[in-house]
């Protein structure tokens, strides 16, 4: 059995406290995803070992695609990519802005010992690989500063070549934090990873320090990801896992914002075909509306074929080689199976364990899976979030209460202002009012 850290335990269930995905320890209640395990991770070794490859996850709204996407990232992880999710939206970060797009990236930017923002600490980390690569040469005295800033900057500028000759403002902004960081200049320094993170409104001080001018623009943000993925590989990085979620919010956007962001993800999957991001992992989320109706991917023709994949009616021959896979959602079973993960993970962090798991024992599992299903209407693929969440109050009473008996005592309720969009739809549907609906269990 794995062991469990009491502080990974309670990010955890508190994040399920929430109702929201947690952003890590996902493995611990991952329910119906081995199947997909070899294929990823073939192809995270594949990126691994300089390539590049791009996978679209579909599912139906409660599915699971931010649930899978963030276990995808813990495995990459582990594998020591760095790793970034972006939500898509019209307003915050358009997809046809690149430069948007590759500024969150930045902002979001994760590794395995790192929080976001990583970028300081990647950048921090290349030049520390610089310097150890010049001294392991042997022609460098450590003792003589001068002459390892000169021999590194050197190094700097080899490592970079590709990348300046395409943006090289990028490579001077490396070269003016190297030299920032050298001479005491800490605000100048910070200035210029702001610029290397796609930041807008840099002191202009700081970029004539650098040499630079600008900020990073539609291009630009393209060059710097390539300059990104350098420095990656360069401190012991070997890929880069870019998640955009959400891409069905493209639907609802103006038709001049959906077809410019269309067109920018075609842009994307060419260069990603072409090999011009050595160790980019991409992956996109949508739903099957997104992917097959009007308003989506059908709307640009070169998109729609590059995305074009083969169903099956049976989902257990998908090809999960294939650009597109899905997410068959959860029926009772899965949802019985999750909740039972979940209230060992709890019990074994709670002050009485034992009473948790009689008082909220597998019969009352299934019975409470049932009955938040059916208050969506039936509709058990969309139910894991609002049933884990009832069910850490659940057992939240139970440990603190010793006379608390949740078969006797505790009435679900459902308001419509804890239920997202797609929840609350479906429990209108299904009750007159969304204020409160009591269910014995």
């Not at 979030?385 to 078969?407: A, E, G, I, S, W």
């Not at 308001?415 to 007159?432: D, I, N």
Request: a negative charge.
């Amino acid at each position: 059995m794995t062991t469990v850290s009491a502080a990974r335990r309670d990010d955890v269930v508190g994040a399920l406290r929430r109702g929201t995905v947690p952003h890590s320890g996902l493995d611990l209640f991952a329910v119906g995803l081995d199947r997909f395990t070899h294929a990823l991770d073939r192809e995270l070794g594949s990126v691994s070992g300089g390539g590049a490859e791009f996978k679209a996850v579909r599912g139906e709204y409660g599915s699971g695609k931010t649930f899978f996407v963030r276990w995808l990232g813990e495995r990459a992880k582990r594998a020591n990519f760095a790793v970034t999710e972006i939500q898509i939206s019209e307003t915050e970060t358009p997809l046809h802005r690149l430069e948007t797009v590759y500024r969150r990236l930045t902002e979001r930017l994760t590794t395995a010992t790192q929080p976001p923002s990583a970028l300081r600490e990647i950048v921090d980390n290349w030049v520390y690989a610089l310097e150890a690569d010049v001294l392991a040469a042997g022609e460098v005295d450590e003792a003589d500063e001068e002459a390892l800033d000169a021999a590194v900057l050197e190094l700097l500028e080899r490592r970079l070549s590709e990348v300046a000759a395409a943006n090289p403002g990028f490579a001077a902004a490396l070269r003016g934090y190297h030299r920032a960081q050298s001479e005491g200049e800490p605000a100048v320094a910070e200035a210029l990873i702001a610029w290397l993170g796609g930041q807008p409104n840099v002191a202009s001080a700081a970029k004539r320090y650098a040499g630079i001018k600008g900020d990073l623009d539609h291009f630009g943000a393209l060059a710097a990801l390539k300059g990104l993925l350098v420095l990656l590989r360069d401190c012991g990085h070997p890929g880069l896992l870019v998640v955009l979620d959400e891409l069905e919010t493209l639907q609802r956007a103006r038709t001049d914002t959906r077809e410019k962001g269309l067109n920018a993800l075609r842009q994307l999957l060419d260069e990603i075909a072409d090999r011009r991001f050595p160790g980019l992992y991409l992956v996109i989320t949508g739903t099957p509306a997104f992917f097959d109706g009007p308003q989506g991917v059908q709307r640009l023709a070169p998109l729609a074929q590059r995305l074009h994949t083969d169903f099956l009616p049976d989902p257990s021959h998908d090809n999960l080689y294939a650009t597109q896979i899905r997410l068959g959602g959860f029926d009772l079973a899965k949802l019985h199976e999750l909740g039972t993960a979940v209230r060992e993970l709890y019990a074994d962090g709670a002050d009485a364990p034992q009473r948790v798991r009689e008082k909220v024992d597998d019969g009352y599992l299934l019975g409470f899976a049932e009955a938040v299903a059916g208050e969506l209407g039936g509709r058990v693929g969309i139910a894991p979030r609002l049933f884990l969440r009832k069910l850490v109050d659940v057992m939240d009473r139970v440990d603190q209460n010793p006379d608390f008996d949740p078969r006797a005592h505790y009435r679900l309720t459902v308001g419509g202002h804890e239920l997202t969009e797609v929840e609350r739809g479906v429990h209108v549907q299904r009750a007159a009012s969304a204020d409160e609906v009591e269910l014995d269990l």
